[in-house]
């Protein structure tokens, strides 16, 4: 059975720092193109950004330059670096393939207060 745990989320000030972590069960990931997602209360998930098998990156416009995304194909884990978080950056964020085929984890909420 294929499983997503992500982790690393917390309460954290405008400015600050936190690196997500998404460990992959179940499956293999380093052939697949991975994204982390967010889902702020009341929107719906987004996209935010991607690293493919080939590990070229690409992201959301409100988070370029501030978050990167990168992939340990050996321990089957996606990672997501973000740096001067903001209020608005807010959410509760996956990870999935891209597109989001795979099972939906519980994520990890970032709460950025001001």
């Known amino acids: 059975q294929v499983q997503l745990v992500e982790s690393g989320g917390g309460l954290v000030q405008a400015g600050g720092s936190l690196r997500l972590s998404c460990a992959a069960s179940?499956?293999?990931?380093?052939?697949?193109?991975m994204g982390w997602y967010r889902q702020a209360p009341g929107k719906q998930r987004e996209l935010v950004a991607t690293?493919?098998?080939?590990?070229?990156?690409k992201y959301e416009d409100s988070v370029k330059g501030r978050f990167t995304i990168s992939r340990d194909n050996a321990k089957k884990t996606v990672y997501l670096q973000m740096n001067s978080l903001k209020p608005e950056d807010t959410a509760v964020y996956y990870c999935?393939?891209?597109?989001?085929?795979?099972?939906w984890g519980k994520g990890t909420l970032v709460t950025v207060s001001s």
């Open positions: 999935n393939r891209n597109p989001g085929v795979l099972n």
């Open positions: 179940g499956t293999i990931i380093s052939i697949f193109d």
């Open positions: 690293i493919t098998s080939g590990m070229a990156t």
